[in-house]
């Protein structure tokens, strides 16, 4: 987990990468459960922590090398079991959607390579042996992992026309350290033997286009991928970006010759080529890109800008887990600082396997009774489990922002936990309890959900008091894109018809919606009232600070806020 103020927000806020592959482990088997970098390098250097220290090392011959030969060049200088994180030239020149990239094709986004970059920090190198820690209780443990494998849910349903699952004998498994999921991570193989991640969004950022450009069954997509790897880039915000283009193009505003990049043909290799170079090293049009799409469209005019519409969520990511199909997600997308893809996963997945069911797909089992199981269990009552009212909405975005803050703690992987849904049992609906069980059998110290999720509301609650140091105005942010309010929603990748469960289970359709502004703003007040802040603002009170055992960070913000 990587943390730092991200400059691909506006206002630039703290905010949070998950990188997931080995590089924790290896940081945790060095000795250290946390590295913290502050000011900047004269010149560019890396970091290199082994046997009980950590050096700084010159970089000037990796800096302007891509991530792929850099950590090639740092293991073969460290060592073949050192683990690398690493930017490419994207985070040197400190375009806002860098990202780090490690070991295993491991990413973070949120901006935090340009952070890196801004730091003339080219990478941070670990070396130090896998270190096993014995857990309190090894049989237990045991138990419950069997119990785990046994529960026969997948851990990622797709309904739509949207394929994120890429298999074939040009890939195999590629799971993060401890994975014992059947996880869709996996590795590709092109014609030409260059091998790399894809999967996911990545697979299909860029699928359409090049489908479109030279029809199905090339590499292109996948080289498409490895670009932007190797760059830096943050494939999510880069699809945007394409998009836009796209539409540009098409509405005569901007083309080859006023972008300086082949705009005509986009899908092909070569666009995306071009493209990714000028964003990575800001030249010409990719300078004003490397800024954002937003201000890139400001800066075009407002015909450029309207070619956004509604698909731009913070940070210049797609729009994912659209509020005006699911009203749960209105709250999660007002109040995180950047998208909370993980928490509103735990809303679309449930959605995605009622579909399922509805459309009697084999080995569907989420039926109206389950979903209404999952909220009482997960989202805190079965009002949530209708998706026509906003009631019971603000209870349920709370409850999941606390899990899965709780859960980012204990580093567990989003498509896995928490478990929803489970195939084998007799009402299918998912335990809420299980990760306070691991957690009790690793440490040796009895934990409950309650108390779990008491310390993931601690940490939402810490997180938001940064962004209130960091001079977030509470209410007044916590909005929506007033494009959402007036721009019906015509449809969603992995779920077309935009179904949902309304009253009594019975399925409805939102296609056409829009956020109901007063119902938004009426429930974003009870929400307030729940976490203990206040209604009127939106600020945090210091007696839910203090309630939290965070009296030292009210005392700071009492400087800058009046917080009572």
């Not at 335990?431 to 940490?459: H, K, N």
């Not at 009170?541 to 005392?555: H, I, K, N, Q």
Request: contains cysteine; charged residues 25%; aromatic residues 8%.
């Amino acid at each position: 987990m990587a943390c730092g103020k991200s400059p691909a927000l506006s206002p630039e806020y703290f905010t949070c990468a998950n990188m997931g592959g080995n590089w924790g482990l290896s940081l945790k088997s060095a000795g250290y459960d946390a590295l913290f970098v502050q000011g900047k390098a004269e010149r560019p250097v890396y970091l290199l922590i082994g046997d009980g220290k950590v050096d700084s090392k010159d970089a000037s011959g990796l800096w302007g090398m891509g991530t792929i030969k850099t950590k090639t060049a740092l293991k073969r200088e460290c060592g073949d079991t050192a683990s690398v994180t690493t930017v490419g030239p994207a985070g040197e020149n400190m375009a806002v959607m860098a990202v780090l990239s490690a070991d295993n094709d491991a990413t973070g986004s949120g901006g935090l390579g340009a952070v890196m970059g801004s730091k003339n920090l080219k990478a941070v190198v670990v070396r130090a042996a896998p270190r096993r820690i014995e857990p309190a209780h090894p049989e237990r443990l045991q138990e419950l992992t069997s119990r785990f494998l046994g529960l026969g849910t997948e851990m990622m349903s797709v309904v739509g026309n949207m394929e994120f699952r890429i298999t074939g004998p040009q890939t195999r498994k590629a799971p993060c350290h401890g994975c014992v999921g059947n996880c869709l991570r996996r590795t590709y193989e092109a014609k030409d033997g260059d091998r790399g991640k894809f999967m996911c969004q990545p697979a299909t950022f860029y699928r359409p286009m090049a489908e479109g450009y030279y029809g199905p069954g090339l590499d292109v997509p996948f080289h498409a991928v490895r670009l932007c790897d190797d760059y830096g880039l943050d494939t999510m915000a880069l699809s945007m970006i394409v998009l836009w283009l796209f539409r540009c193009l098409k509405a005569g505003i901007l083309g080859d010759e006023s972008a300086g990049i082949p705009m005509s043909k986009i899908g092909s290799l070569e666009f995306i080529e071009s493209l990714v170079r000028k964003i990575s090293l800001r030249e010409g049009f990719g300078d004003l890109l490397a800024q954002g799409l937003l201000k890139a469209a400001d800066h075009v005019g407002q015909d450029a800008r309207d070619q956004i519409g509604g698909y731009l969520s913070k940070a210049g990511q797609p729009n994912a887990v659209d509020p005006r199909l699911y009203v749960t997600s209105e709250l999660l997308h007002a109040t995180e600082p950047r998208p909370a893809q993980a928490q509103l996963r735990e809303i679309s997945v449930v959605v995605t396997r009622w579909v399922a069911w509805l459309k009697h797909l084999e080995g569907s089992y989420v039926s109206p009774d389950v979903v209404r199981l999952i909220a009482e269990r997960f989202w805190g009552s079965d009002m949530a489990a209708d998706f026509s009212t906003h009631d019971g909405k603000a209870l349920a975005a709370k409850m999941i922002q606390d899990r899965e803050y709780a859960k980012d703690c204990l580093v567990l992987c989003s498509f896995l936990w928490p478990v929803l849904d489970i195939a084998n049992s007799d009402d299918h609906a998912g335990d809420p309890t299980l990760e306070s069980q691991f957690l009790s059998a690793v440490t040796g110290r009895e934990i409950s959900e309650e108390e779990l999720r008491r310390t993931g509301e601690r940490v939402f609650n810490l997180q938001r008091a940064i962004l209130a140091r960091e001079g977030h105005r509470g209410k007044d942010e916590d909005q929506l894109p007033e494009t959402w309010y007036t721009k019906p929603l015509r449809g969603d990748p992995t779920n077309p018809e935009c179904l949902v469960p309304g009253k009594n289970g019975v399925a409805l359709s939102r296609k056409g919606a829009v956020v109901d502004k007063a119902e938004f703003e009426r429930t974003r007040d009870e929400y307030y009232r729940l976490r203990g802040w206040d209604p009127f603002t939106g600020l945090q009170s210091r007696a839910r600070l203090e309630e939290m055992g965070l009296a030292d960070v009210a005392d700071t913000l009492s400087q800058k806020l009046s917080v009572a």
